[in-house]
């Protein structure tokens, strides 16, 4: 059965910084790419970062030059280091397939709330 975690989530003051890990049982990420999604309250869910299986990244704009996705396939897992936060990058944070990967499993997520 395969059961992917996310974890490092939590309340951080505008500017800071934390780094959020994604593992999984059952399966090995070094197959796919893969992405970091976030949800905010009311809105949908977007694509935050994607690594290709080559380690090649991708951003959306909003993050760019602040977040960093990496992938450590030895450990089976990918993080995402954030950096100068913003009140805005409040949301549930989700590691799952990058779009059109065979990836399609998903975890319950981790709260970042970025708050003064």
Known sequence: QVQVVESGGGLVQPGGSL?????A???MFNKYHMGW???????QRELVAAISTFG????????????????????????LQMNSLKPE????YYCSGAPGSLFSYW???TQVTVSS
């Open 25 to 27: 049982s059952g399966i």
């Open 89 to 92: 990058d409040t949301a549930v």
């Open 56 to 79: 090649n990244t991708n951003y959306v704009d909003s993050v760019k030059g602040r977040f960093t996705i990496s992938r450590d396939n030895a450990k089976n897992a990918v993080y």
């Open 107 to 109: 975890g319950q997520g």
């Open 19 to 23: 780094r959020l890990s994604c593992a």
């Open 37 to 43: 999604y976030r949800q905010a309250p009311g809105k």
